[in-house]
């Protein structure tokens, strides 16, 4: 796999892939994790839901390796709470790069992933999740983006874009930033990622690179 058009470190690198096909990169094992990291899997009772939170993590440091040039083994990813300043959870960041943002996603199988210069954020979630019940989406998404997606004849989809799209800002932590919203059909994935210029140059949408989504959607 290559690191993406343009120069190691000039734009974002968002990846999204499935979390089994994130287990069997050859570049990427559960060995990679910090301590802390394995301590927080302990916890987790529920196998398929511990292999999406190692996928989510291992693909972040994939994300870090394509734009620092450092290898995955080399990447040492932290979180810090911004509510309680404890670290161990919350946002994850790169301590060692203060100038790049990191974000990282899981749901049902899936992983997502972006590392770049500035705020960024992104959400990843199953095409046939439906978010609801639409009295709480109204308290926290814009209401009247929530009553035009109700007025569509499948409303489903289109609030689960608002959702994906909502959750991509909280992660970035602010509210200008560019936001681009788009579907993995192959994945079956609505996927979400804000960043501070705009500037993604790498998409993984099968393990090897694609091209970035249409913009603004």
Same mark, same amino acid.
């Given at each position: 796999?290559?690191?993406? /058009? #343009?120069?190691?470190?000039?734009?974002?690198?968002?990846?999204?892939?499935?979390?089994?096909?994130?287990?069997?990169?050859?570049?990427?094992?559960?060995?990679?994790?910090?301590?802390?990291?394995?301590?927080?899997?302990?916890?987790?009772?529920?196998?398929?839901?511990?292999?999406?939170?190692?996928?989510?993590?291992?693909?972040?440091?994939?994300?870090?390796?394509?734009?620092?040039?450092?290898?995955?083994?080399?990447?040492?990813?932290?979180?810090?709470?911004?509510?309680?300043?404890?670290?161990?959870?919350?946002?994850?960041?790169?301590?060692?790069?203060?100038?790049?943002?990191?974000?990282?996603?899981?749901?049902?199988?899936?992983?997502?992933?972006?590392?770049?210069?500035?705020?960024?954020?992104?959400?990843?979630?199953?095409?046939?999740?439906?978010?609801?019940?639409?009295?709480?989406?109204?308290?926290?998404?814009?209401?009247?983006?929530?009553?035009?997606?109700?007025?569509?004849?499948?409303?489903? /989809?289109?609030?689960?874009?608002?959702?994906?799209?909502?959750?991509?800002?909280?992660?970035? #932590?602010? #509210?200008?930033?560019?936001?681009?919203?788009?579907?993995?059909?192959?994945?079956?994935?609505?996927?979400?990622?804000?960043?501070?210029?705009?500037?993604?140059?790498?998409?993984?949408?099968?393990?090897?690179?694609?091209?970035?989504?249409?913009?603004?959607?």
């Amino acid at each position: 796999m290559s690191s993406g /058009p #343009g120069r190691v470190g000039a734009a974002a690198v968002a990846l999204v892939a499935t979390t089994a096909e994130v287990l069997a990169h050859p570049e990427l094992d559960e060995g990679l994790l910090a301590p802390w990291e394995r301590h927080r899997l302990a916890g987790i009772r529920v196998p398929a839901r511990r292999d999406d939170v190692v996928a989510a993590r291992l693909l972040l440091r994939l994300c870090a390796s394509r734009v620092t040039g450092l290898p995955p083994r080399d990447v040492t990813p932290a979180q810090s709470c911004p509510g309680c300043g404890r670290d161990g959870h919350g946002r994850p960041y790169l301590p060692d790069r203060p100038g790049l943002g990191a974000s990282l996603s899981h749901a049902d199988g899936l992983a997502a992933a972006v590392v770049g210069p500035g705020p960024v954020g992104i959400d990843v979630e199953p095409l046939t999740r439906r978010p609801g019940p639409v009295s709480v989406l109204r308290r926290l998404l814009p209401p009247d983006e929530v009553d035009a997606a109700c007025a569509e004849p499948d409303p489903g /989809p289109a609030l689960l874009r608002l959702w994906v799209r909502r959750e991509a800002l909280f992660k970035a #932590g602010r #509210g200008d930033v560019r936001l681009t919203e788009w579907t993995d059909r192959r994945r079956a994935a609505v996927v979400a990622l804000a960043e501070a210029d705009g500037t993604a140059g790498a998409l993984l949408p099968s393990l090897s690179l694609g091209q970035a989504p249409p913009s603004g959607r």
